[in-house]
């Protein structure tokens, strides 16, 4: 059964902490992989990754994708308690529409 | 900046009643797709719509299920007789070509109790 998996499932930092979560996949045909953070209300989309060891950045926030060891990092530099959330990574696969996500890492930045 | 809309945010019903989810997706998005997360699982596709039918659909996405465009800006899901396993939190979603590849924009949620 193909799968996508997270961890840490939960992590408490204090401000200013550098976290990194995890994803690993193994689906067939991969195509992609995305982060979405997950707050009180939707999941917003963060990053697409889908070439390996090119790294996305926006703000301190950071990912990249090992397609050899189907992995991908999320990193959050300076952590602010604004970053407390739910992390999701989801993956595309070929041929299909649908998302396959992972079970969330919850983030928790404490003052 | 544009964003998918969802109506009820909660919806409390009885079970074997039906409800009707409603999303508004994002104006110039064609393809559209719901999802339900069960309370400490993981967010499961159940289909997604394309050109005024159905393109996918996952193995939970059974008869008591359905889905509809009935206007230019709807996309509805209706659960035709609710099951207490129905609870769940339902996020509408929407995407421009979508396919491989392209990002999924989702909504706030409707979270339905089935009592």
């Known amino acids: 059964e193909d799968k996508v998996v997270q961890s840490p499932l939960s992590l408490v930092v204090h401000e200013g902490d550098t976290v990194t979560l995890n994803c690993s996949y193994e689906?067939?045909?991969?195509?992609?992989l995305l982060w979405y953070k997950q707050e009180k209300k939707a999941p917003t989309f963060l990053f697409m990754l889908t070439s390996s060891g090119i790294e996305k950045k926006s703000g301190r926030l950071s990912s990249i994708l090992d397609k050899k060891e189907l992995f991908s990092i999320l990193n959050i530099t300076a952590t602010q308690t604004g970053d407390s959330a739910i992390y999701l990574c989801?993956?595309?696969?070929?041929?299909?529409?649908?998302?396959?996500f992972g079970k969330g890492t919850k983030l928790t930045v404490n003052p | 900046e544009p964003e998918v809309t969802q109506t009820p945010s909660h919806q409390v019903t009885q079970m074997g009643q039906e409800v009707i989810l409603r999303c508004v997706p994002i104006?110039?998005?064609?393809?559209f797709y719901w999802y339900r997360q069960i309370l400490g699982q993981k967010v499961e596709f159940l289909v997604s719509?394309?050109?005024?039918?159905?393109?996918?659909k996952s193995e939970i996405f059974d008869d008591q299920f359905s889905v509809e465009r009935p206007d230019g800006s709807n996309f509805t899901l209706k659960i035709r007789s609710t099951k207490l396993e129905d609870s769940a939190m339902y996020f509408c979603?929407?995407?421009?070509?979508?396919?491989?590849?392209?990002?999924?924009?989702f909504g706030p949620g409707t979270r339905l109790l089935v009592l």
């Open positions: 104006s110039n998005h064609l393809y």
């Open positions: 989801a993956v595309y696969q070929g041929g299909s529409e649908k998302l396959v």
């Open positions: 719509f394309y050109n005024n039918e159905i393109s996918e």
């Open positions: 689906v067939t045909n991969f195509r992609s």
């Open positions: 979603a929407s995407s421009g070509l979508g396919g491989q590849g392209e990002t999924q924009y």
